[in-house]
T-cell receptor, first 114, second 115 residues
Framework: NAGVTQTPKFQVLKTGQSMTLQCAQD?????MYWYRQDPGMGLRLIYY???????DKGEVPNGYNVSRLNKREFSLRLESAAPSQTSVYFC?????????????FGEGSWLTVV | AQTVTQSQPEMSVQEAETVTLSCTYD???????LFWYKQPPSRQMILVIR??????QNATENRFSVNFQKAAKSFSLKISDSQLGDAAMYFC????????????FGKGTHLIIQP
């Protein structure tokens, strides 16, 4: 199984450009997440999707939009990139329930905005 | 909202020695999970150990063990017989058992292993 797959792995953007980070999971998980990681800040939640067709804001949603295209895919869009969005982005998925809460992370997407 | 605090930005230990990383958290929930993740320079997130709040017994995975103090809301990680490969960032994380709003992370502890 591939687990959680993120693309692209590396991207350099100019200020004001737009782009979409793609995430797909093949584990039939209901919930999916986008985090960003900045130096000294740990991972912070941008948006999450508890189930297909629903999305909710996390701790740092400003400047981002998301789409839960289907149960497998959860994309993160930067409409007008800013240098403050330079970060490493992680997608994750989880099967929520009393049977277990194992979280699976993608390998990260390194985004630089110049 | 839950918060997770790691008060040690950096720790250093001699190879083969034991080191303990601290984590405290704040929650009003009684049923939750706590995690320690290891992040090497590749940035891959590797689950080290998981503790379920309703289990009194501390979790253990080989050289890694935790000291879970529910009343004190403390969750420390002990690494025994430290190895060079243990050098990494370590993150403590919290999750409600039934919630769908993901993990809450601490800011991390950078662990250095001295040869």
């Amino acid at each position: 199984n591939a687990g959680v797959t993120q693309t692209p792995k590396f991207q350099v953007l100019k200020t004001g450009q737009s782009m979409t980070l793609q995430c797909a999971q093949d584990m039939n998980h209901n919930s999916m997440y986008w985090y960003r990681q900045d130096p000294g800040m740990g991972l912070r939640l941008i948006y999450y999707s508890a189930s297909e067709g629903t999305t909710d804001k996390g701790e740092v949603p400003n400047g981002y939009n998301v789409s839960r295209l289907n149960k497998r895919e959860f994309s993160l869009r930067l409409e007008s990139a800013a240098p403050s969005q330079t970060s490493v982005y992680f997608c994750a998925s989880i099967s929520v329930g009393y049977s277990g809460n194992t979280i699976y992370f993608g390998e990260g997407s390194w985004l630089t905005v110049v | 909202a839950q918060t997770v605090t790691q008060s040690q930005p950096e720790m250093s230990v001699q190879e083969a020695e034991t080191v303990t990383l601290s984590c405290t958290y704040d929650t009003s929930e009684s049923d939750y999970y706590l995690f320690w993740y290891k992040q090497p320079p590749s940035r891959q997130m590797i689950l080290v150990i998981r503790q379920e709040a309703y289990k009194q017994q501390n979790a253990t995975e080989n050289r890694f063990s935790v000291n879970f103090q529910k009343a004190a809301k403390s969750f420390s990680l002990k690494i025994s017989d430290s190895q060079l490969g243990d050098a990494a960032m370590y993150f403590c994380a919290y999750k409600d058992r039934g919630g769908a709003d993901g993990l809450t992370f601490g800011k991390g502890t950078h662990l250095i292993i001295q040869p």
